[in-house]
């Protein structure tokens, strides 16, 4: 078993193992997110509270995974990770996809290490699967929510590839 299967395994155990019911502190009546992320990808991000616990985040930007790049993900928030002291910084995390339409007609893409080069350019359309892992710190008066997210990437086309990306936003929830 090598690292990053060992490391992935661990994060969701961990996940699961924690499923502690937190309710959002988003402002009352307010369910509908618009921002701007920036990191991999750098990006405008829109997040809609489906429940008090879950979401569906939509991001579109500019990543080495192509040119636009468009993601979608389903997250669930599990636990406020100081919840005595006050602080509203929660655990999220999800599964989602995205897709790269290349940047000038090229891909970027991280291939196996067995591979002479660990990149390799493609000028095909890439899909693969993502994993979300991230803190959010709400300013409940203002509407703003502040993140930080992690994602392991699994390319499915036009080659099975990995990676990992992070990026660091804020989005302001307006209706």
């Known amino acids: 078993m090598d690292r ?3 490391f992935l395994g661990t994060l969701i155990l961990v996940t699961l193992s924690a499923a502690v019911d937190c309710r959002a ?4 009546g307010k369910r ?4 701007v992320s920036l990191g991999e990808p750098t990006a405008v991000t829109v997040k809609w509270r489906t429940t008090p616990t879950t979401a569906v985040d939509v991001a579109i ?3 080495m995974m192509g040119y636009p790049r468009v993601h979608a993900d389903y997250v669930r928030q599990f636990f406020y990770l100081f919840p005595r002291t006050g602080y509203r910084l929660n655990f999220y995390a999800g599964l989602g996809a995205g897709i790269g339409f290349g940047d000038k007609g090229k891909f970027l893409l991280f291939a196996s290490r067995a591979d002479s080069s660990r990149w390799f350019y493609t000028k095909t359309v890439s899909v693969a699967a993502r994993g979300v892992a991230g803190l959010n710190y709400y300013i409940t008066r203002s509407g703003l929510e502040l993140f930080l997210e992690v994602n392991p990437l699994v390319g499915v086309i ?4 990995v990676d990992f990306e992070a990026s660091l936003g804020v989005r302001l929830y307006i209706f």
């Not at 502190?25 to 009352?28: A, F, I, K, R």
């Not at 509908?32 to 921002?35: E, T, W």
């Not at 036009?158 to 590839?161: E, G, L, R, T, V």
């Open 32 to 35: 509908f997110g618009v921002g």
């Open 4 to 6: 990053t299967t060992a």
């Open 158 to 161: 036009p080659k099975a590839a």
């Open 25 to 28: 502190q988003v402002p009352p």
């Open 61 to 63: 930007g500019h990543s």
